[in-house]
């Protein structure tokens, strides 16, 4: 009996994942104050984002551009810290602190090393929906 109830809650849980995956989006990163020229995406699955930008400027020694969660608080919700490769391609990922919702948007800045609790620059880069 056992094993009957069991396989039968296993497929209920299959059966749910195929007919209601999990939450996902792709967002268009476009030109903020500090980068006329950026451009990129910003995927995400459930809490898990990928981040892709290009054109954004070099930064000074000390400085890294930090990765934003604009929706589920009042307040922009820190991120993770990346810095940009030779060519200004920024590429990474981070686990969000909250949920994403559909409506979130994403945004990114340039922080001390280290990152901030609050944005300090204006933002280089946002998400749209």
Request: charged letters at 10%.
């Given at each position: ?37 950026a451009t990129g ?89």
């Open positions: 009996m056992f094993w009957t109830v069991a396989a039968i809650a296993l497929l209920a849980v299959i059966a749910r994942s195929l007919f209601h995956p999990p939450p996902s989006g792709d967002l268009i990163i476009g030109p903020g104050p500090g980068a006329p020229a995406h910003v995927r995400w699955t459930h809490r898990t984002v990928e981040v892709e930008v290009s054109g954004l400027p070099a930064l000074p020694p000390g400085k890294v551009y930090q990765l934003w969660h604009l929706g589920p608080m009042p307040r922009p919700v820190p991120q993770a810290t990346f810095t940009v490769d030779p060519s200004g391609q920024l590429h990474g990922w981070d686990t969000m602190a909250f949920a994403i919702g559909r409506n979130d948007r994403f945004a990114i800045s340039a922080e001390s090393a280290g990152g901030s609790r609050s944005p300090t620059s204006p933002l280089y880069a946002v998400s749209g929906n």
